[in-house]
């Protein structure tokens, strides 16, 4: 199985500004890719999924961008509210492990 | 729907005893996955089964941990003896197939004194 790189491990951001997570993966062969949700004391939950067929896919006010070029896959969340401050892990299909993940810190 | 069922949430135990850990899927979902989330880190995957056959358990230590999913529903993980380093969440999930989305029951917190 592949392994896939996540940037950054950490992310601190104001309420209201724009958050930006990336994923690099390796295996040119993936055709759906999603990214996962983890709050305290909880199994990880999907926020969001794309598959290869699409460059984009908004939901409110996150969206996944997959650029199958550079192999990699982004995610995006805009108008950021403290409840949005969670770890944020990318695992596509074939890939043995999740990403490191992201700990995203918004605050007031 | 009723979501992935774990147990026990919680366990503590010496190192070289045993443990083992319940997972009931999402009704109707064939693949069934247990991950390792050590502290800090992303879940790595220990096994994964499609229906009552492993399709992936390249990263299970056979020597100390085994899993079987008899009928194809429950999941069973047990570890003996347990080490140190084994202390982590273990993450059941399941799926309708081997690709979309992944379903994950609350973990059952593993520590090894």
């Known amino acids: 199985g592949e392994n896939v790189e996540q940037h950054p491990s950490t992310l601190s951001v104001q309420e209201g500004d724009s958050a930006v997570i990336k994923c690099t993966y390796s295996?040119?062969?993936?055709?759906?890719f999603p990214w996962y949700k983890q709050e305290l004391g909880k199994g990880p939950q999907l926020i969001i999924d794309?598959?290869?067929?699409?460059g984009e896919k908004k939901d409110q006010r996150i969206a996944v961008t997959l650029n199958k070029t550079a192999k990699h896959f982004s995610l995006h969340i805009t108008e950021t509210q403290p409840e949005d401050s969670a770890v944020y892990f990318c695992?596509?299909?074939?890939?043995?492990?999740f990403g490191k993940g992201t700990s995203l810190l918004v605050t007031p | 729907e009723a979501g992935v069922a774990q147990s026990p949430r919680y366990k503590i135990i010496e190192k070289r005893q045993s443990v083992a850990f319940w997972c009931n899927p999402i009704?109707?979902?064939?693949?069934l996955y247990w991950y390792q989330q050590i502290l800090g880190q992303g879940p790595k995957l220990l096994i994964q089964?499609?229906?009552?056959?492993?399709?992936?358990d390249s990263q299970l230590p056979k020597d100390r941990f085994s899993a079987e999913r008899l009928k194809g529903v429950d999941s069973t993980l047990k570890i003996q003896p347990a080490k140190l380093e084994d202390s982590a969440v273990y993450l059941c999930?399941?799926?309708?197939?081997?690709?979309?989305?992944?379903?994950f029951g609350e973990g059952s917190r593993l520590t090894v004194l």
């Open positions: 295996d040119s062969a993936s055709n759906y």
């Open positions: 009704s109707g979902h064939a693949t």
């Open positions: 999930a399941s799926s309708w197939g081997t690709v979309g989305e992944l379903f």
């Open positions: 695992a596509p299909p074939g890939a043995l492990n």
């Open positions: 794309i598959r290869s067929n699409v």
């Open positions: 089964f499609q229906n009552n056959g492993v399709v992936d």
